[in-house]
């Protein structure tokens, strides 16, 4: 440890003499920092989160009783949709493109993101992707409301938001795949002396299979898209048989994009947890070399299950059969998961700081979430559960509590180790406990609305589902004003607290990063540490 | 084995109550009243069975090693890392179940699959934001609305409570009407954008897909009338095209469809554009031929 902590204090004693932040504005504009870059997409992705999240209680306000009280039925599809693009594309993976700005170099041991300024011009990008996503609210003819999947012909009846749209996409995923080159680059070519990628903490690990699924299918979505706005305005038929096309086309390769998309969300999140378990039980990973293999299983299985979204749209029977049993197969490699962790825990010392308490609620209710997943598998049952509040319940859990948790998780992890100060452990104890109850209220009863035959996507409904909705938004809004709670606490602790160890915690975390002091300097590792 | 699968999905059913008092806090999939939708039902039983038991296993190691190995206990750490032996078995253990699981699901699968055989073929059509029945041998065929009153109540601030009004958002100008015990062929497409066509108690869904078309099948063991919804996003009104069809025992089905037959002729028989654009009232009220074609 003392060899590198006091070669980050010398750094300023060397060649350079830019290493220090600029002040004011211009600091965060023009920084190539990954520091300063990683805080800015948690920033934007915390404010994302708030802004999917009051959509997401505009949903749920509307579906708090029977009946039309407060919108159009239009703008409550636009709330759907604009909702799932921000919480999808502006939230989840954002934050985990911050984690892994802030946390891959001193995790490797590598001064800063091998490609800076490319890192520095993806999250504008991503700005300019949301102001242009945000902005199609307010074009004549409302905003886009086709469901976030952009299914045409609908999708075409999209007003002049619809270019919009379509232009945000382009640059979002453009982000996305900068942002992904720059990780591999990053952890192939800037490892420290001795560690080999067997020795990478797993986080890094999820993170390097993510950013390859992510360079695989962004591509292939940016495609889908280009052809709808050529549908749109050049008159091309790619989706639509009156021209020899086919709307069915435009699924099959949304949803090879959407598998691994859903495998992008969440394989960061299986990385900080297996980060965060192994600390808290005071005991190393569990299976560690499975758990590399069972991360690359799944990613590899991701690119060959995607009809499963679409059995209903009359494949022949060879498809669904083949689409069930690929995806049935999923439940293999993150079943190895699920017990690795357990196993990690078994024999332990455990203790349950804010961090662990995310990771453990994480392991409960994705497994959860994983459970119901198993049952949409099976196709024939499928053609029930399509398009139902059981699909919307199962994906919540594995998005809310499954990665929203986990990046909670590492936030509160990671956070001492950013601002040098730790938080008030009391309030994060609440926030936890506030957000893993209210989570339960609000997405479990979606099950049974679902089960009993509630389609998903509707803004009024029978009055057979009136009692659990009620219960599902009075759930919603408790989990949404919770999370000020969060906003509060890390707003906190940026601006002080007791201070923090370089270790941080109690419980001796094992990994690179401990070994900076807190707050980590602006620039660390500028000598690689020698891993044994 | 099936003895077993049997008593365990009575007694959930009994469990969670399929009673019509307890229907707004239902619980579980219907059972439905086809063939189909029976097998499906224990399938969803089964697989839910199956995620129990494991949870069960799963959630019993975590909570008790949370309970247990607490450092505020005084527990010790041990140092393993790995074990190849529980390695090797929490991965075939799974692979197993997962075979069991696809003997029965595959078996289903292929039955849903096969249309032949059917003994009367309704042709669906999706529309922004209704249905078209066309009984495709017979020269029936009209279209299927939600009820005007639903409508009126499912108006921003109508004043009119969900409550007071029957099956809110569940009922049409003009149901699909089926005979009982048949082999029903559904064709399914759409005019517009992708519908979905879904009645829960048949057990079946399809997409409507405007330019190609798509089969179901279900045979209907019990007279009844039947409710389901649009259940693909299909633009401002998706929520508002209810699906209802009426199970009738074969000769009142008939005497139905001679009674559309003769209203169909009845309406035809001028045979002039103004006579089809002008349908008397008593034409409207059986059936809609004038939107037909």
């Given at each position: 440890m003392s060899?590198t902590?006091?070669?980050?204090h010398a750094?300023?004693h060397?060649?350079?003499d830019?290493h220090?932040?600029a002040?004011g504005?211009?600091?965060?504009l023009?920084?190539?920092?990954?520091?300063?870059?990683g805080?800015?997409?948690?920033?934007f992705?915390?404010v994302m989160?708030?802004?999917?999240?009051?959509?997401?209680?505009?949903?749920?306000?509307?579906?708090?009783?029977?009946?039309?009280q407060?919108?159009?039925?239009?703008?409550?599809?636009?709330m759907?949709?604009?909702?799932?693009?921000?919480?999808?594309?502006?939230?989840?993976?954002?934050?985990?493109?911050?984690?892994?700005?802030?946390m891959i170099?001193m995790?490797?041991?590598?001064?800063?993101?091998?490609?800076?300024?490319m890192?520095?011009?993806s999250f504008?990008?991503?700005?300019?992707?949301?102001?242009?996503l945000?902005?199609?609210?307010f074009?004549?003819?409302?905003?886009?409301?086709?469901?976030?999947t952009?299914?045409?012909?609908?999708?075409?009846?999209t007003g002049?938001?619809?270019p919009?749209a379509?232009?945000?996409i382009?640059?979002?995923?453009?982000?996305?795949i900068?942002?992904s080159i720059?990780?591999?680059?990053t952890?192939?070519?800037?490892?420290?002396?001795?560690?080999?990628l067997?020795k990478m903490?797993?986080?890094?690990?999820?993170w390097?299979?993510t950013?390859?699924l992510?360079?695989?299918?962004m591509?292939v979505?940016a495609g889908?898209?280009?052809m709808l706005?050529?549908?749109h305005?050049?008159?091309?038929?790619?989706?639509?048989?009156s021209?020899?096309?086919d709307?069915v086309l435009?699924q099959h390769?949304?949803?090879?994009f959407?598998?691994?998309?859903?495998?992008?969300?969440?394989?960061?999140?299986?990385?900080?947890?297996?980060?965060?378990?192994?600390?808290?039980?005071?005991?190393?990973l569990?299976?560690y070399e499975?758990m590399?293999?069972?991360?690359?299983?799944?990613?590899?299985?991701s690119?060959?299950?995607?009809?499963h979204?679409?059995?209903?749209?009359?494949?022949?029977?060879?498809?669904?059969?083949?689409?069930?049993?690929s995806?049935?197969?999923?439940?293999?490699?993150?079943?190895?998961?699920v017990?690795n962790?357990?196993a990690?825990m078994w024999?332990g010392?455990?203790?349950?700081e804010p961090?662990m308490?995310?990771?453990?609620?994480?392991?409960?209710?994705?497994t959860?979430?994983?459970f119901?997943?198993?049952m949409?598998a099976?196709a024939?049952?499928?053609?029930?559960?399509h398009?139902?509040?059981?699909?919307?319940?199962?994906?919540?859990?594995?998005l809310?509590?499954?990665?929203?948790?986990?990046?909670?998780?590492?936030?509160?992890?990671?956070l001492?180790?950013?601002?040098?100060?730790?938080?008030d452990?009391?309030?994060a104890?609440w926030?936890?406990?506030l957000?893993?109850?209210?989570?339960?209220?609000?997405?479990?009863?979606?099950?049974f609305?679902g089960l009993?035959?509630?389609?998903?996507?509707?803004?009024?409904?029978s009055?057979?589902?009136?009692?659990?909705?009620?219960i599902?938004?009075?759930?919603?809004?408790?989990?949404?004003?919770s999370q000020?709670?969060?906003?509060?606490l890390v707003?906190q602790?940026?601006?002080g607290?007791?201070?923090?160890?370089?270790?941080?915690?109690?419980a001796h975390?094992?990994?690179?990063?401990w070994?900076?002091?807190?707050?980590?300097?602006?620039?660390t590792?500028?000598?690689?540490?020698?891993?044994? | 084995?099936?003895?077993?699968?049997r008593?365990?999905?009575a007694?959930t059913a009994?469990?969670l109550?399929?009673?019509?008092?307890m229907?707004?806090?239902d619980?579980?999939l219907?059972?439905?009243?086809?063939e189909l939708?029976?097998?499906i039902?224990g399938l969803?039983?089964?697989?839910?069975?199956v995620?129990v038991?494991?949870?069960?296993a799963?959630f019993?190691?975590?909570?008790?090693?949370?309970?247990?190995?607490?450092?505020?206990?005084?527990?010790?750490?041990?140092?393993?890392?790995?074990?190849?032996?529980?390695e090797?078995i929490?991965?075939?253990?799974?692979?197993?179940?997962?075979?069991?699981?696809a003997?029965?699901a595959?078996?289903?699968?292929?039955?849903?699959?096969?249309?032949?055989g059917?003994e009367?073929?309704?042709?669906?059509?999706?529309?922004?934001?209704?249905?078209q029945y066309e009984?495709?041998?017979?020269?029936?065929?009209f279209?299927?609305?939600?009820?005007?009153?639903?409508?009126?109540?499912r108006?921003l601030?109508?004043?009119i409570a969900p409550?007071?009004?029957?099956?809110?958002?569940?009922e049409?100008d003009?149901?699909?009407?089926?005979?009982?015990?048949?082999?029903?062929?559904v064709?399914?497409?759409a005019?517009?954008?992708?519908h979905?066509?879904?009645?829960?108690?048949?057990?079946?869904?399809?997409?409507?897909?405007?330019?190609?078309i798509?089969e179901?099948?279900?045979?209907?063991?019990?007279?009844g009338t039947?409710?389901?919804?649009?259940?693909?996003?299909?633009?401002?009104?998706?929520?508002?095209m209810?699906?209802?069809?009426e199970?009738?025992?074969?000769?009142?089905?008939?005497a139905w469809l001679?009674a559309?037959?003769?209203?169909?002729?009845?309406?035809?028989?001028?045979?002039?554009?103004?006579?089809?654009?002008?349908p008397?009232?008593?034409?409207?009220?059986?059936?809609?031929?004038?939107?037909?074609?």
């Open positions: 060899a902590h006091t070669h980050g750094a300023g060397e060649h350079h830019d220090g932040p002040s504005i211009g600091r965060w023009t920084t190539t920092n990954h520091k300063d870059i805080t800015m997409y948690l920033v992705s915390l989160f708030l802004l999917g999240g009051s959509m997401a209680l505009v949903i749920r306000a509307e579906l708090f009783m029977p009946g039309m407060l919108i159009d039925p239009g703008f409550f599809n636009t759907t949709t604009v909702h799932a693009l921000v919480m999808v594309f502006g939230a989840v993976m954002p934050a985990t493109v911050g984690l892994a700005n802030w170099p995790q490797i041991g590598a001064p800063d993101m091998a490609l800076p300024r890192n520095n011009f504008w990008l991503l700005v300019a992707a949301f102001s242009l945000i902005l199609s609210l074009m004549p003819g409302g905003g886009p409301a086709a469901g976030w952009l299914y045409p012909p609908l999708v075409l009846q002049d938001a619809f919009l379509i232009f945000a382009h640059l979002a995923g453009a982000s996305s900068m942002g720059n990780i591999i680059v952890i192939m070519n800037l490892r420290a002396p001795g560690m080999t067997l903490p797993l986080f890094v690990w999820t390097l299979i950013a390859y992510l360079i695989a299918v591509p979505f889908a898209v280009t706005l050529t549908d305005f050049f008159h091309t038929t790619f989706f639509s048989a021209g020899g096309g709307p435009y390769i949304f949803w090879f959407g598998h691994p998309e859903v495998y992008i969300m969440i394989l960061p999140a299986f990385g900080i947890v297996s980060e965060i378990i192994p600390t808290f039980s005071r005991k190393p569990f299976g499975s590399v293999f069972a991360t690359a299983s799944i990613a590899f299985l690119f060959i299950v995607w009809a979204h679409m059995f209903t749209v009359g494949m022949p029977l060879a498809g669904e059969m083949f689409f069930m049993l995806t049935m197969l999923i439940a293999v490699p993150t079943g190895v998961k017990f962790w357990t990690t024999k010392s455990l203790t349950f961090p308490l995310f990771a453990l609620a994480f392991l409960f209710l994705f959860i979430g994983g119901s997943g198993l949409m099976i024939p049952v499928d053609f029930q559960y398009d139902t509040y059981f699909i919307v319940a199962h994906f919540h859990y594995v809310v509590p499954g990665a929203v948790f986990a990046i909670m998780a590492g936030v509160y992890y990671w001492p180790k950013w601002t040098g100060h730790m938080y452990m009391k309030l104890n926030h936890f406990w957000s893993a109850i209210f989570v339960n209220v609000l997405f479990f009863p979606q099950h609305l009993a035959g509630m389609p998903r996507r509707i803004p009024d409904y009055t057979q589902f009136a009692d659990w909705n009620m599902s938004s009075i759930g919603g809004f408790g989990f949404g004003l000020l709670l969060f906003v509060y707003w602790c940026a601006r607290g007791a201070k923090a160890t370089s270790e941080v915690w109690d975390p094992k990994g690179l990063e070994t900076l002091p807190s707050p980590a300097p602006y620039h590792f500028d000598e690689a540490p020698v891993v044994k | 084995m099936k003895m077993v699968k008593a365990l999905v007694g009994l469990l109550g399929s009673s019509p008092a229907a707004a806090w619980l579980n219907r059972v439905g009243v086809t939708s029976r097998e039902y969803h039983m089964l697989i839910l069975w995620c038991a494991i949870a069960v799963v019993g190691v975590m909570i008790y090693s949370i309970a247990t190995f607490r450092k505020s206990k005084g527990a010790v750490p041990a140092t393993f890392d790995h074990s190849t032996q529980a090797i929490w991965t075939v253990i799974p692979v197993l179940i997962l075979v069991a699981m003997i029965p595959a078996r289903t699968l292929v039955k849903i699959d096969d249309t032949r059917s009367l073929t309704v042709k669906v059509t999706g529309y922004q934001w209704k249905w009984y495709v041998d017979q020269g029936v065929s279209f299927s609305t939600l009820a005007r009153n639903h409508d009126e109540a108006q601030d109508s004043g409550a007071s009004v029957e099956n809110y958002l569940l049409v003009n149901p699909l009407v089926v005979p009982q015990g048949r082999k029903v062929r064709l399914i497409t005019n517009d954008v992708i979905a066509w879904w009645v829960p108690d048949f057990g079946m869904k399809k997409d409507a897909i405007p330019g190609y798509n179901l099948w279900f045979r209907a063991d019990k007279p039947y409710r389901g919804q649009c259940a693909e996003l299909c633009g401002r009104d998706h929520g508002f209810p699906v209802v069809v199970v009738r025992p074969q000769a009142e089905f008939d001679a559309q037959q003769a209203a169909r002729q009845a309406a035809q028989a001028p045979a002039t554009q103004t006579a089809a654009l002008a008397t009232v008593e034409h409207v009220a059986t059936v809609r031929v004038a939107n037909a074609e």
